[in-house]
Every structure is written in structure tokens, then in C-alpha cells.
């Protein structure tokens, strides 16, 4: 799309990379327990929701959190992250590093456009938060779109949630200007966020620090890595689950990392070749019917599309 930069940007505090990071990358404190450090998280994590109040933009849907003992407004205190209720808060459970955790999170508004998964491009803007109210990271304006995977995990759990906006034509410049974008806040534990590294050239984000990130989702891009064929958000066993989950042939690939996603000696590519056909392939939407997996398109017995099960060979 020409309104974005052909370009990836490495957002400077909310992205971590997956490969190995040297010395003049990261800082890294020695490694504690993630349980242990996941009370203590939890513990912070909830007094600050109860003692910190939503200050909202409501044009902009950005979202700063300050202490309800140091509000000087008018009247009452505004009720706190926890008790408010008109963007009621909300929790999903997450299990990573052999932890559970209990993420926070609230939505402003849903957004009317697409739902990216963890393995797709966004364009979005954000603020970041530390506890005590240091601000450590902004990012105004829509500039380049990012991979999702590449941010901390917390976001790859929770973005998923948020449709992205409707972009407004006739704006060729720079920043893209978007509109009914999904908008909310995350509140994260040091195991979803940074645990024990820092972004190199950080002097305000210390090692298990809990964090806020308030975030607008202004566009998501559907990609495909592996060049099968099938769309990141779509190398699972049923619509809507999450790619990073998925490695059905057990070969410790994820499926839209696989070429190959059962195994079989077969690129899947070509396992959604329509037969007889050059160029013609099955849609993967089109297998299901209210999320329910087609007779025709798996194994007697099966319960995976052909193409992803490894006890059934041969294309569709």
C-alpha cells in the first residue's frame, strides 16, 4: 500500500528480538525464578489498578494512568483502573515460561476493521508506562508498519483482541491518518514484558519492571512467511487460534514458519493446488462452516484440514 514507508522500523522499548542479542544490544540482569518473580508482579500489578485512575483522550483514545492520591480536580476522585466501569477491565490467562498469568487489560473501543494474529504486520501508535508514572516510550504517528511477533509477548496476546481502523482516503502524506481504530490499555508483568533484559541505551526501564502500554491499532497487514500459500492467521487447526501455538507435524516448526505443515514430503503449497488446475487453490474460510472444519476437507476420523494432518497423506 503506498501510504506506508516500505520500511521496518525496530521500535525502540517495545520490541525484542527472538534471535540471539550480544552484548551491545541488551542489558541482562542474572535470571530469576518466573514464578517467584510473577507474585510479586501480580501483587504490584493489582495495587497500582486499584490506586491509579484512566485519563483518557477521548479524540485520540490515548490513555495516561496517574495516582487517584494525587488528583486535583473538581468533586470526587475518579474511580480507579479496577472499579471504573465504563471501560470495564478485563483479564485473559497466559501461560508462558510454565507460568500462568492473569493479564489485565481494558478496551476504549473495539475497532471495526481486521483482527491481526501474532504473526501479522500492524500500524499502530502507543505510549509506554512504568508504575511510578515515568513515560519511557511514545510513538505518536503511523510511520511504518511492525511485525507484531517482534514486540513483547504481552502484545502478542492481547492486540489479537483489537480490529485495526478505516483509513482516510486522500491522505497521502505523512502520517497516515486512520479512523474507528481499536484503542485500549495493557497492563503487563515483567514475565510478558522485558523479565530480566533491557534495551540497550535505556536509562529509565530496569530489569522486572512492570509496565502500562496504552495503544491505538490503526491498520494490520495478513502475511504469509513461509510462502505456503496460507495466510499467517491461517496455519491453525480452527479459525481464530493463535499461530504460535501450532506445529502440528511435532517438528518443533511452527506451522507458518513449515513449508511442509504435516511432515509428508509434500509442500503444503501444494496440497491446496486444486487437482487438474495450475494456479488454482483452495481458500482456506472456504474449508469451514461456522468455524467447523468441512467433511470433505479432512481424514475419515480426523478432526485437522488434510494439509495439516500428519496421518493423512496427499493434497486436497
Keep these: 500500500m503506498n501510504r506506508f514507508l516500505k520500511v521496518f522500523s525496530l521500535i525502540a522499548f517495545i520490541t525484542f528480538f527472538a534471535s540471539c542479542k550480544n552484548d551491545d544490544d541488551v542489558k541482562v540482569a542474572p535470571p530469576r525464578d518466573y514464578g517467584v518473580q510473577y507474585a510479586s508482579d501480580k501483587d ?6 486499584k490506586n491509579h485512575y484512566i485519563d483518557l483522550n477521548t479524540e485520540t483514545l490515548d490513555a495516561t494512568f496517574p495516582a487517584i492520591a494525587d488528583y486535583a480536580g473538581g468533586g470526587a476522585a475518579p474511580a480507579s483502573i479496577w472499579d471504573q466501569t465504563t471501560y470495564p477491565l478485563q483479564n485473559l490467562k497466559v501461560t508462558r515460561n510454565e507460568v500462568e498469568y492473569t493479564l489485565y487489560y481494558v478496551s476504549f473501543r473495539e475497532g471495526v476493521g ?45 492486540l489479537p483482541r483489537f480490529k485495526s481502523g478505516v483509513y482516510v482516503e486522500g491522505n497521502e502524506g505523512d502520517p497516515a491518518k486512520f479512523t474507528d481504530f481499536g484503542a485500549g490499555a495493557m497492563f503487563l508483568p515483567s514475565g510478558l514484558a522485558y523479565f530480566n533484559s533491557v534495551p540497550s541505551g535505556s536509562n529509565l526501564v530496569s530489569a522486572y519492571a512492570c509496565m502500562a502500554f496504552s495503544f491505538q491499532l490503526l491498520d494490520v497487514t495478513y502475511t504469509d512467511i513461509d510462502g505456503d500459500g496460507i495466510l499467517n492467521k491461517d496455519e491453525v487447526a480452527t479459525p481464530g487460534g493463535s499461530p504460535e501455538f501450532y506445529d502440528t507435524d511435532g517438528d518443533e ?10 511432515n509428508d514430503g509434500r509442500l503444503t503449497k501444494d496440497e491446496l493446488r486444486v487437482q487438474g488446475t495450475v494456479n488454482e487453490y483452495y481458500k482456506y474460510e472456504d ?30
Design 44 to 49: 504490584s500489578i493489582e495495587k497500582f489498578l
Design 114 to 158: 481486521q483482527s491481526p494474529s501474532m504473526a501479522d504486520n500492524i500500524n499502530f501508535t502507543y505510549r509506554g508506562l512504568l508504575f511510578d508514572g515515568t513515560q519511557f516510550d511514545y510513538r505518536e504517528n503511523s510511520v511504518a508498519e511492525s511485525p507484531l511477533y517482534q514486540l513483547v509477548p504481552g502484545w502478542l496476546d492481547v
Design 253 to 262: 516448526i511452527p506451522n507458518y514458519l513449515d513449508t511442509d505443515d504435516d
Design 287 to 316: 474449508m469451514f462452516t461456522d468455524g467447523v472444519l468441512k467433511d470433505e476437507f479432512k481424514c475419515a476420523g480426523g478432526s485437522l484440514p488434510k494439509f495439516l494432518d500428519p496421518n493423512c497423506k496427499g493434497g486436497l
